[in-house]
């Protein structure tokens, strides 16, 4: 498998498709994005959405979001996602590290994510990549209620 990273530029059928696919294996309570929603996220300024390939198909994606902050820019890496046919050939590796890449290039000094205890190789992963848990309480706050 040779894994292919690329910065989305426009959206296509191929994307939509592909989300429709990919964002169940991420999260059953939130619906894949419209064409509209992916559209505004690649229209952002602060917003880089990756995909991987291996070959023709997108089997994974991610969201880094770079943006200024009184005390630099900050780095937030989300919704990481790689399809389960492609886990554990090197594409969550393949995503993240050009994300640092990105993030390094526009400036930010650290990256951050979060990940939920369950996704046991997901964790693994970050931790052998470079991340370091933090020692800090994480809140929300859910403006839909």
Not at 46 to 64: F, K, N
Not at 72 to 77: H, N, Y
């Amino acid at each position: 498998m040779e894994i292919q990273i690329e910065t989305v530029s426009s959206v296509t059928d191929e994307l939509v498709s592909a989300f429709e696919r990919l964002v169940p294996q991420l999260s059953s309570s939130s619906p894949p994005p419209t064409r509209e929603h992916l559209e505004h996220i690649v229209g952002s300024d602060s917003c880089s959405l990756l995909i991987a390939r291996d070959g023709e198909q997108i089997v994974g994606s991610l969201t880094l979001v770079v943006f200024p902050i009184p005390t630099g820019a900050r780095a937030w890496i989300e919704d990481v996602v790689v399809d389960s046919a492609a886990r554990g050939k090197g594409v969550g590796e393949a995503l993240n590290l050009r994300a640092i890449e990105i993030a390094r290039a526009e400036g930010a000094v650290t990256v951050d994510l979060t990940s939920r205890p369950s996704r046991e190789a997901a964790n693994r992963l970050y931790q052998r990549i470079g991340f370091v848990k933090r020692d800090t309480n994480v809140y929300r706050y859910d403006l839909k209620s």
